[in-house]
């Protein structure tokens, strides 16, 4: 197993819950206690949730009834299921969450990238180099610096902030891959991937002012998709747009859908295993109706 389905990934989210291994599929959840109660619930590793075996998923739910008040998920969206699969295993939510772009790497870029895209990609390679890290955690300095201003650029919250030292293990994770774009000798921007099977996934990108000005991330992704494919991969999976829904005018939204081929449905999902606690805690909290799940949570990472 590489990338988010390996333990050092869910290791490296320690700070945001007790990484739990479901045995027969072979994926990590995080437990995580409740606040002011004795009980606990659990959720996916954050990005996404991803497993060696989906077929074994809905033995390991099955077999945590009353262990956990819930838990909750987003699928990866290469992930081996059906939708009627993941309706059975978790019975109280298994909806469309989010559209990720996805690059068909047997296309050639040239026929499918936004002219707006490529037209900066030209610009960018003009002024900035592009190379692989051969060993990722070599740029863990370098990284942190450049995510410590993506952090002050937006404001980064919660879970996607991260730490240093979680992103030191998510460096030693199998399958971790850094890009770097060069300038002056100085690196001003980094793109992280994680490859698992024939997939790169996007993890993250940061650069710092020069980069943005230099129009590093176009050098970058334009580059990415020849490094992978000439190491055997057929997919890049790109994530999806900012917050919490599928807004196809947000500026993420608009620069990943330019290099994409298309699009991969990501599945939340939600199964709850002690309905008397969690009615409970919904109405200790006085939560109205909602669509979140679960709903005594709600609120709690704005």
Not at 232 to 244: D, H, I, P, Q, V
């Amino acid at each position: 197993m590489m990338g988010y389905a390996h333990a050092d990934y869910a290791a490296s989210l320690a700070e945001f819950g007790e990484p739990r291994l479901l045995p027969e599929s072979n994926g990590w959840i995080l437990g995580r206690s409740i606040r002011g109660t004795p009980y606990a619930d659990a959720m996916g590793c954050y990005p996404l949730f991803s497993c060696l075996d989906w077929s074994q998923l809905q033995s390991d739910i099955d077999g945590m009834t009353g262990e956990l008040v819930s838990l909750v998920l987003v699928t990866d969206p290469f992930g081996d299921f059906t939708r009627e699969s993941l309706a059975q295993t978790f019975k109280d939510l298994a909806a469309p969450f989010k559209e990720h772009f996805v690059v068909d790497l047997k296309e050639a870029p040239e026929t499918f990238v936004h002219p707006h895209h490529q037209r900066n990609a030209r610009k960018a390679l003009e002024v900035v180099s592009v190379e692989k890290c051969e060993q990722a955690a070599s740029c863990e300095q370098e990284w942190n610096g450049l995510y410590t201003n993506l952090i002050n650029r937006h404001d980064i919250r919660g879970i996607a902030r991260f730490s240093d030292s979680s992103f030191a293990r998510q460096l030693r994770v199998p399958g971790a891959v850094m890009l770097r774009a060069m300038h002056g000798g100085r690196t001003v921007g980094v793109t992280w991937w994680f490859v698992s099977g024939r997939v790169g996934y996007y993890h993250l990108g940061a650069y710092n002012d020069e980069g943005y000005e230099l129009r590093a991330s176009f050098a970058l992704f334009w580059r990415a998709m020849d490094l992978f494919k000439s190491e055997g991969l057929c997919w890049l999976a790109l994530g999806a747009g900012a917050g919490l829904g599928n807004n196809a005018t947000d500026g993420l939204s608009r620069f990943k859908r330019g290099w994409s081929t298309g699009t991969r449905t990501a599945y939340l999902c939600g199964r709850i295993f002690n309905r008397a606690r969690y009615e409970q805690l919904v109405k200790v909290k006085g939560i109205e109706a909602t669509d979140y799940f679960p709903a005594y949570r709600q609120g709690e990472f704005v």
